[in-house]
Nanobody, 124 residues
Framework: QVQLVESGGGLVQAGASLRLDCVASRRDQDINSMAWFRQAPGKEREFVAAIRFRDGTTHYSDSVKGRFTISRDITKATLYLQMRDLTADDTAVFSC?????????????????WGQGTQVTVSS
């Protein structure tokens, strides 16, 4: 497994933008896809977005499509999530995940490596 560390969370006002970073401890040639999930208080973990490392193909949940952009820098072994037009409903702990056998799945059980998460709080 690869170690993942997220950063970039914080407290912002509604309508603001924020970028989350997820740095992998090493470049792993076997990683197929990486993804962002989030979990709000009292709610189940929710898929946000995924990207296939090889060619950058992306997949988004309907709730963030058009507002969030997932991207990656292979040379830096880093995953990004650019978020805009944030609302209070986006308040959650955001976690990144990496998987070797998965391809753009929204099933968290398919990802082997997880970060600790970073808190995003949006005030209305």
């Amino acid at each position: 497994q690869v170690q993942l560390v997220e950063s970039g969370g914080g407290l912002v006002q509604a309508g603001a933008s924020l970028r989350l970073d997820c740095v992998a401890s090493r470049r792993d040639q076997d990683i197929n896809s990486m993804a962002w999930f989030r979990q709000a208080p009292g709610k189940e973990r929710e898929f946000v977005a995924a990207i296939r490392f090889r060619d950058g193909t992306t997949h988004y949940s309907d709730s963030v499509k058009g507002r969030f952009t997932i991207s990656r820098d292979i040379t830096k072994a880093t995953l990004y999530l650019q978020m805009r037009d944030l609302t209070a409903d986006d308040t959650a702990v955001f976690s990144c995940a990496a998987g070797r056998g998965v391809i753009l799945t929204d099933d968290p059980n398919k990802y082997e490596s997880w970060g600790q998460g970073t808190q995003v709080t949006v005030s209305s």
